[in-house]
């Protein structure tokens, strides 16, 4: 069992920087692939990035290239997400999500945190 709790959402204006971190609990953290989503209002919740188990292996959407940057920190048990650039298009909740390396599903999820970016 992995229980994740997201921090660091907020208010930030366009082009702004936010970064968000997912904390989570047990002993085999470096054994799940971590991933971050989001959902804004009236869409379904979509892929923003992951990393691999080690860290070496990172994908993002194709909408976020460029502006945010996925990393963990496995003796602290925390991956985080850096936004930078930020839009209004980027308003979302965002969700840290893990899986047991190599499942393809993610199995647990966040409670979510909130990103509003203003223009």
């Known amino acids: 069992q992995v229980q994740l709790v997201e921090s660091g959402g907020g208010l930030v204006q366009t082009g702004g920087s936010l970064r968000l971190s997912c904390a989570a609990s047990g002993r085999t953290f470096s054994s799940y692939d971590m991933g971050w989503f989001r959902q804004a209002p009236g869409k379904k919740r979509e892929f923003v990035a992951a990393?691999?188990?080690?860290?070496?292996?990172?994908n993002y959407a194709d909408s976020v290239k460029g502006r945010f940057t996925i990393s963990r920190d496995n003796a602290k048990n925390t991956v985080y997400l850096q936004m930078n650039s930020l839009k209004p298009e980027d308003t979302a909740v965002y969700y840290c999500a893990a899986k047991y390396s190599p499942a393809v599903q993610y199995t647990y999820w966040g409670q979510g945190t909130q990103v509003t970016v203003s223009s």
């Open positions: 990393i691999g188990t080690s860290g070496g292996s990172r």
